[in-house]
Each structure stands twice: as C-alpha cells, then as structure tokens.
DNA sequence: AAATCGCGTTTCAATAAGTGAAACGCACTC
DNA sequence: GAGTGCGTTTCACTTATTGAAACGCGATTT
C-alpha cells in the first residue's frame, strides 16, 4: 500500500482480509494484526458488519460474512484464469485419473503467503473427498509451493515440474507445475500452479515423470491460451 | 446502509459491489451505479486496486481483482453453511442420480435480487459440466427463486418444495426446497435453498415427488443441524 | 469543419469525516 | 484485592476526503 490511496478504505481492506485470514477473530486481535487504535478498528468493522463482509455473532467474534462469499464466488466464476484452466485440469484428469488442482498465490497478511487453491477436478479413482476451493497451502514444503514460488527445475528430465511428498497430506505424491503469463522478461510471470495429488503408493517414478511432463505441457497450454487472446 | 458507518468505507464498499455485478465497467459507469462523482469515483476504485481488489486493464475498464477472489474463495470454504450442505446435498445425489445445488441470496445494488450456487455436487448420470460455483440464478420463474423467496406450499403433498422448468435451461426440470435458520418466528429464516436440476425425460410426475421431498427431509436436516450446534 | 458530448484525469479550497486518547464497566487471572 | 485485557463510548482536534472546475482527448453529430 505505498501508492497513494484512501487511507480510511485501506484500513477497512485490512480489517477485512484480517477477518478472512483468521477465520474468527476478536476486536483486539483484528486491531493488533492491522496496527490500528481499537475503536478505529471497531467502527471500521461496524461498517463492514453493516455491508455484510463480515458478520459478528453472540460470541463476539467477527468472521467472514456472506457479502465476501457471495461476491468471491461470483468473481471466481468470471476470473479468466479459471476458465482458462477448466479443459487443462479436465484433460490431466482423463490422461492421469488423478485428481488435480488449480491454485495461486495467497497473501496472508503478516503471516507470510501461501497458495491458494481455486479450482480442482476429480479424480476417476477418487473416493469422494470435500470441496478444495478455498483451501490454503503452504508455500514450504510442498509441491504447489515450490511451483508457485518457480523453485522448479528449468531444464533436465524433470524440467518444467516439481514433485514432492506432500506435508499437508502423508502417503501422498503431489506434483505441480507453474503456470506463466507473459512478462517482460522472455521467463514470464508465475500466476498459477496446476498440480496433480495421488496415494504414493500409485505413483511410481514412470508414472511421476508422466505425469510431470504432463502438467508442465497443460502449464504451457495456458501460457498460449493467454498469448492468444492478447493478440 | 441506514446505520452509522464510515461514508468512505461504505462507497469504496459499494463500488466494490458494483464492479463484480458488472463484471466489467468503466469509471464513468461505476460512477453512475454509485451516485458518485466521477473523481470520487476515480480515487476510490484505484485504492480497490491497489489492494488486489479490482484491476484495470488497458482497455481501462475495471473487473474483479485476484484479492476478491482468494478472499472470497478461503470464506467460501470456511462458510459454516456451504459444510452443513455438503453431506444432504451427497445423500441426495446417492438418492436420486442427480446433480444437486446450494444456493443463497444475492443482492445485485440497484438491479433487483438473484440467487448465487455457493456449492453443487455432481450426478452420476451427468456429462461433466463447468463449475456452477457463483452463477447467479434469477428470483422469477426458477425453483431456486421461489424457494429462495419463500414461494413454496406449506402444506398438500407438495409441502416444503417447489417444481419449475428452468428459464435458465430448457427441458429441465428443477426442484427445489428452502433451508431455513431458526428466527424469531416459528418459520424461521430462508437463508439458502437446495435444488435438484436434472433434464425432464428423467422426472416423471413419481420421481419428481420422491425428489421433491428428499429435498424439503434434506432442508430440514440442515435445520436441525443449526439448532443442534446452537444448543 | 465545427460544435457537442462524454470520458478520464488532475487540481485545490473547504469542511466535515475520521481519528485516537481517555474514561469506564466488565470479566478473568493471580 | 490488584492488575490486566477487552469492548464500548465520548469528544476535541486535524487532516483526510470531497467535489467543482478545468483540461485534453476521442467519438459523434450537425
């Protein structure tokens, strides 16, 4: 927040992605994580409360109301990136039978970053497992972060992808390639990571290798997608 | 916004609204929606973007920024309601084959008021479909709308759901029924409503019944989720 | 070609909107 | 009982915010 900007509504922006962030949080813990005077912080959040972002039940808590969900979802349905990664993530699913993920990077306030993931398509074996959108992931120690942080081999046999052991999950192979948008350097942006999760005990090195080659393939397709549409 | 909040925050609030309504708009247009002057207009929508919220191309339009998305994503998933619906709306597609939705009220400023799908799990019937995750559904002529708007019999064979051909689709028949919190009144509070959409070769006169009323069981057992976790 | 219109952007005087320190009551802990 | 932290309210102060006006530009109309 360095450029110039309305300082009351950069205030209220951090109350509200502090909200997000926690989950629930109490009115000192809200004022402390953005650095604000408690009753700033109070009528900020009245104001927020009041235009439904966030909602404050009889415990005192504030949490994320249903006007950030409601217009999250509808931007989430119009974001082009999702769109774009719709027929790259279906078709990793066809050639892989593995479920696989779309996600990005997740500024967490003070907190460091983490992913993000916005999108997923099933797996053929998968036993039915909850909704991903939504979830985060840590940037160490796990495929789609290194993804997201370009920690990835740029040439050799695993070029373009990175595979890990999740720490999220055990017994779980995950691998992720980055997806670029067209930058002014000839590397590109990373905006995005498609990954690929399965039991370790179905992936085997032929098969992670396949794999890989697969996603950062799909990564590209995205890249040309979006090169496409800007010319 | 009748009640005392920060004018500031309120307009920026607003205008935030107003560009994930659109989905795109120019400044001019925003301006308008808001009753704003345009200069107004101008600074507040540029402290949106500089937070992520909204962006701006080089057409010069605004549209959702990637913050509203991630924000709005990790409340999605957070959201107490979307994890109460999800083991009805599995046990509904177990029970009928079909997809099956949840969807919640959606103020849309000055343009009326739609229905929003925050969660759908899928049938085993279906050809795979795009994610129905933030598509707006219009309150006239849908079964989501009626029961959304409480438009649903409450007693005959028919109690507690509502069957319509879908504007939206043709040759489909949906149905749906509206979940409830408990308020004030013995009715308690529409706050969602779960519907099955499927096409009208597969919901003969028997089917729709047996469907109708799984979903107004199903509401229920939202319901009494709520009231259980209160008490 | 000239006039008009609408757009986006910048500037600045004016003011009222927003702020934070202080006070207070309450609950909890030692 | 004393100390601590929380949430809420109050109010004097000031600065953050505002909108009218000006301007350049492109598109449309006369």
Chains 1, 2 share one sequence.
Do not use: K
């Not at 119009?78 to 039978?97: D, H, I, M, Q, Y």
């Not at 939504?134 to 046999?157: K, M, N, Q, S």
């Amino acid at each position: 927040m360095a450029e110039p900007s309305t300082r009351t509504v950069s205030r209220a922006l951090d109350l509200l992605a502090a909200v997000c962030d926690a989950g629930d949080v109490s009115l000192a813990d809200a004022a402390r994580r953005t650095e604000l005077n408690s009753s700033t912080a109070l009528r900020l959040l009245r104001t927020l409360e009041g235009a439904g972002f966030v909602r404050r039940d009889d415990d005192g808590v504030y949490r994320p109301g249903l006007r950030i969900v409601q217009l999250g979802a509808q931007a989430l349905s119009a974001e082009s990136l999702v769109s774009l990664a719709e027929a790259p993530l279906r078709r990793l699913v066809e050639a892989t039978g593995e479920s696989c993920y779309l996600s990005v990077p997740h500024l967490q306030g003070t907190r460091g970053e983490h992913g993000i993931y916005l999108a997923m398509e099933e797996g053929t074996h998968s036993i039915r497992h909850t909704s991903w959108v939504g979830r985060t992931v840590p940037l160490e120690g796990t495929a789609v972060g290194a993804a997201l942080r370009g920690d990835v081999p740029d040439a050799g046999p695993e070029a373009g992808y990175v595979v890990a052991g999740d720490v999220v999950e055990s017994d779980v192979t995950a691998i992720a390639a980055p997806v670029r948008v067209p930058a002014a350097d000839r590397e590109g942006r990373i905006v995005a990571a498609l990954s690929v999760v399965a039991p370790s005990y179905r992936m085997d090195e032929t098969t992670v290798t396949a794999c890989g080659r697969l996603l950062a393939e799909e990564a590209r397709s995205i890249l040309h997608a979006v090169e496409t549409a800007d010319s």
